[in-house]
């Protein structure tokens, strides 16, 4: 049972797509390229020369001539689209994540569609069953909402960054028990007896067990009581600067802070001094992720280095791999750095006090 | 001049087109509606309940049918796509921008094409000269490199944010005058006598001029001296940072600084700290744009707030009547708030010293 309009209908196209292969010729003779060059400058796709690409759309732009992308997409089943979803681009470092996510992915020839999911699972379903129509080439996910049983079927390529999806989904993520021992161990040879690590708890649990674990190894090794306040990920920032005046308000002889983001060290930074605390002397703080915002907005501020621009390296690399059937690891692992600040002591002053752990 | 295989190649298609046309029908059969509402889920148009919604998503997930969304756009020639281009989403005011852009696209059942030009022209304009191939069904341009020759030819709906690209393209920005204003006199209000304002400046030259233009009027009417300090848009950090510290040498005795953005603020009131000026008692400095990361990561600094969510609201809202070809006006301008904080002075403290310029 054959819908005739339907067939005249694509008939109609097929004559327009024809005469947009014909327009391909025309570009092609004005730039003295072939028809194959000028599809791969259109796709970049393959190895081109900035001459032959300037040629090529220098005659594209004398004839006015646009590929028309749909009849490509029908004609190759691909959009060289990715999807990315993030849990939001405001905050600096998905922010961050983005851009280079978006650089790298374009300068392999993709275009990139962005989905803010805001924390929001039922945002994030929408969008995911949005894209299984075939409309993305790939997917990247940074989220942290609920496992979504989507994933469980999704058959596009996909790469998760810093979460767990699927047993098959590879991961990228910079090493966060590193970081965690990292910072602790910093706090704990500037002197620091009274360590409070704040963190966010969210539904894919990937990272934060590790900064936790990591948390607790170190303090432990120390002999040193380990002190946590969590907050959900998707916390009120009202609610959350109550959560952290309630920390003050339980423990006002703590005198090293590691919070697990740079926006609850900026926050608690804030909140210690209006409290007349002293940072460094006082009390020492040290925040995570390095976005670099975030370190021109708050020079002082102690942190661990992500490295945003590798991750983003990596995932672009793995899902290219991904979707061209090669093999890929399940995990990549990146190193973090330690970047000290006025809101830590100056190791080796004599303020430190405890010799004895200076020896790590 | 029939090409017999690609027309073979479309009557393929077509008939795959076809039996997703079926499958539709079986969707709608499982969920007990009309194909009409199962497609007007899947392209979220038009009014539905969230039980209708709901009831079509389960059938489509019990079937395993996902709507071949490049056929729909062949069909239909419309993708559903809006591309968006700004500087760079790791900025925290385009982040914010660009997360409330792509939610209330999302709202309208719009996805995203994100594009961050990084300042760099050549990459702005291949981006543009990709979109034309009727790949998005709009543009919302934040951008500032040069007025490039693309959008001179765009016969695609475009609204641009706090930009001129052409008269009849219609712009969304924020009333920077009113917000040069408001901190001009913010700083002359609490005794500032020997007042800076830094600012960027851009080849799109829109909201650059009002501010410096409202700054020098303010100094003007208060018969004081309008020292200005630019940098282009496109300086490297060390290089600003170079600048600002010049700033210092050569005005020591300033008492004022009105930065047109608060990167440049929070690095002012850095390096002022670090030269043992005390803010706000020997300098006072307010910024401009009131991202909620930054107000987040520096809450202490007073700056201009400009209301970015109504700006993506109405830039969205712009460009669905544009879509729509509905009239709409060439420029809305929205207003700006005062936000106060700790590098201003409190008004009205003994210590502001000049009763005169109070009144104002």
Redesign the interface.
């Known amino acids: 049972m054959?819908?005739h309009v339907?067939?005249k209908?694509?008939?109609h196209?097929?004559?327009n797509?024809?005469m947009k292969?014909l327009k391909l010729e025309d570009v092609a003779a004005l730039a003295g390229v072939s028809k194959t060059t000028v599809s791969r400058v259109?796709n970049r796709r393959g190895s081109l020369s900035q001459k032959t690409i300037d040629k090529v759309?220098a005659a594209?732009?004398q004839l006015?001539y646009?590929?028309?992308?749909?009849?490509q997409?029908?004609?190759t089943?691909r959009?060289n689209?990715i999807g990315i979803l993030v849990p939001?681009?405001?905050?600096?470092f998905?922010?961050?994540l983005?851009?280079y996510l978006?650089?790298a992915l374009?300068q392999r020839g993709y275009?990139?569609?962005?989905?803010?999911a805001?924390n929001q699972t039922a945002?994030e379903e929408r969008?995911l069953?949005?894209l299984?129509?075939?409309?993305v080439d790939g997917l990247i996910i940074a989220t942290h909402n609920n496992k979504l049983?989507e994933y469980q079927?999704a058959n596009l390529p996909i790469v998760a960054i810093d979460r767990f999806l699927r047993a098959d989904i590879p991961v990228v993520a910079s090493d966060n028990y590193a970081g965690a021992k990292l910072a602790t161990e910093a706090l704990i040879q500037r002197g620091c007896q009274h360590i409070i690590h704040t963190y966010t708890t969210n539904p894919s649990n990937w990272h934060d067990n590790q900064r936790e674990k990591a948390f607790q190894a170190v303090m432990a090794d120390h002999h040193l009581p380990a002190i946590t306040y969590t907050t959900a990920f998707d916390c009120p920032?009202a609610e959350r600067t109550a959560r952290f005046e309630r920390l003050f308000d339980e423990h006002p002889a703590v005198d090293g802070i590691f919070a697990s983001n740079?926006?609850d060290a900026?926050?608690l930074l804030?909140l210690a001094r209006a409290r007349g605390y002293r940072v460094p002397a006082d009390l020492q703080i040290i925040g995570y992720d390095g976005?670099?915002?975030?370190q021109?907005?708050?020079?002082?501020l102690a942190t661990i280095i992500q490295p945003i621009e590798q991750m983003a390296t990596y995932a672009v690399k793995l899902l290219a791999d991904r979707m061209a059937g090669e093999f890929t690891p399940t995990s990549t692992v990146l190193p973090v750095n330690l970047k000290t600040g006025q809101t830590l002591k100056t190791l080796g002053s004599s303020s430190t006090g405890t010799d004895e752990l200076l020896e790590e």
Chains 1, 2 share one sequence.
């Open positions: 054959i819908n339907i067939i209908k694509i008939l196209k097929g004559r797509l024809i292969k259109i759309e594209m732009a006015n646009h590929p028309n992308v749909i009849a997409q029908l004609h089943q959009t689209l939001s681009v405001a905050n600096p998905f922010g961050e983005t851009m978006e650089d374009f275009k990139v569609l962005i989905s803010d805001l945002k969008y069953s949005q299984m129509g075939h409309q049983e079927h920032p740079d926006l900026a926050r804030s976005a670099q915002a975030t021109e907005l708050v020079p002082e």
